[in-house]
């Protein structure tokens, strides 16, 4: 019996494909070079002109066909001065793509055969290309905290309103608001509080749009000027989850992929670098009805980040 594939056809970006597209380290350097100048022509210093420009011999640089003067596709991207060959940053790439909970550092140095030193670092340096600095243009948003990190053994087995960590909590809190239907920003904060809270909102929400959450003291104020949104509660203390359109799921549902994925896979991840994991699985949520491949969209982000 065949089997039929969940993933549509446009959309599969398997290892086969990598290797046919990316089979050594010239063809990852032709690949920045294209995408840094569609145009073919590279803008010469010297010349001060663009210029067209030819594979320098042993060297990851191209150099000016009329003054002889070089540059490199990978200066001002996370591969600039990097002893890794590129083909093993496009590898790390594609693994790191390839899956939708995340993958360790460890595993990366066990697939491309560096030291962990090497890998921790690549596996940093590609998380700052899935960082974005969006915000939510879609009619109903739902917000909510979470709180992640170590147990706190003071906290109640009950949730409730009351069943959140206080300030003297090892667990980090991080804010996060999602559209219905779309894309999600998260975000570690510093505390729950409204003057906290509040300038996120202001900032990554339409003012017109409606804004469901659930009793949390602090969103008491959100419908009232200057603030002006329509503001929908659901009484989760009371074991009301879902009253008719009203509800939280969409935000804790990404809240449980997150959860989920850091304790499957990395099992546990500081209040320093929390933010860059939460930047890695907004990126992957937020692409989720894409129409390119995750490497694909992932491999776009490279010349966006030029510094």
């Not at 294209?34 to 073919?40: A, I, N, T, V």
């Not at 066990?110 to 243009?137: C, H, N, P």
């Not at 659930?214 to 659901?234: A, M, S």
Request: proline content about 5%.
């Amino acid at each position: 019996m065949k089997v039929k594939q969940s993933i549509p056809k446009h959309l599969r970006f398997t290892l086969e494909h990598f290797n046919a597209q990316f089979p050594d380290n010239t063809s990852c350097l032709e690949f920045l070079k294209e995408q840094k100048y569609p145009s073919g022509l590279i803008p010469c210093a010297k010349c001060e002109k663009d210029r067209k420009h030819h594979r320098v011999t042993g060297r990851p640089a191209y150099a000016c066909d009329y003054c002889g003067s070089m540059i490199s596709p990978m200066a001002g991207t996370i591969f600039e001065k990097s002893s890794t060959s590129l083909r093993t940053w496009f590898y790390a790439m594609y693994l790191m793509s390839a899956t939708r909970c995340g993958i360790s550092a460890k595993q990366i140095q066990r697939e491309t055969g560096v030291t962990y030193k090497t890998a921790w670092r690549m596996f940093k340096q590609i998380r700052t290309l899935m960082s974005e600095d969006i915000s939510l243009e879609g009619s109903a948003v739902e917000i909510d905290e979470t709180y992640v990190g170590g147990k706190n053994k003071r906290l109640s087995k009950r949730r409730g309103s009351t069943g959140r960590p206080g300030a003297d909590s090892p667990k980090t809190p991080v804010f996060g608001m999602v559209e219905r239907g779309g894309r999600v920003v998260a975000q570690v904060v510093p505390d729950a509080k409204h003057k906290t809270l509040f300038p996120i909102i202001h900032e990554r929400i339409l003012p017109a749009s409606i804004v469901y959450s659930d009793e949390f003291p602090v969103y008491d104020h959100l419908g009232e000027t200057p603030h002006g949104y329509d503001h929908r509660r659901i009484q989760h203390a009371e074991k009301v989850y879902v009253m008719g359109d009203i509800h939280t799921n969409t935000i804790e549902g990404f809240w449980s992929l997150v959860k989920r994925g850091i304790g499957g896979v990395y099992h546990s991840v500081s209040r320093k670098y929390l933010q860059s994991y939460l930047d890695e699985y907004s990126f992957r949520y937020n692409r989720r009805f894409s129409n390119e491949p995750m490497f694909v969209s992932l491999l776009d982000q490279i010349s966006e980040r030029v510094n």
